[in-house]
């Protein structure tokens, strides 16, 4: 069975930072791609960051400069590093893993950007 579990999103003043986390299991970890999507009130969802199976990373630019992605094979996890945050940053992020035709999504985890 495979899972996705986020975890790390909270409350912060804007300005401040947050890292997310998100521990697969059930998946060969290190095959797949993982991305970090969010939706924020009223929109689609939109891909922010990502990490291939072999460390290429992809950001929208909305966040190019303030976020980092990583992945740590040994652990099975994927980290979203997100400094500088605004108030435009706020919504549920999701962690998505891919895999040719295969294609897992975490329930997402919610981060608001207010003071």
């Known amino acids: 069975q495979v899972q996705l579990v986020e975890s790390g999103g909270g409350l912060v003043q804007p300005g401040g930072s947050l890292r997310l986390s998100c521990a697969a299991s059930?998946?060969?970890?290190?095959?797949?791609?993982m991305g970090w999507y969010r939706q924020a009130p009223g929109k689609q969802r939109e891909l922010v960051a990502l990490?291939?199976?072999?460390?290429?990373?992809r950001y929208v630019d909305s966040v190019k400069g303030r976020f980092t992605i990583s992945r740590d094979n040994t652990e099975n996890t994927v980290y979203l590093q997100m400094n500088s945050l605004k108030p435009e940053d706020t919504g549920v992020y999701y962690c998505?893993?891919?895999?040719?035709?295969?294609?897992?999504w975490g329930e997402g985890t919610l981060v608001t950007v207010s003071s």
């Open positions: 998505n893993a891919r895999y040719i035709n295969r294609n897992y």
């Open positions: 059930g998946i060969i970890f290190s095959n797949y791609d």
């Open positions: 990490i291939t199976n072999s460390g290429t990373t």
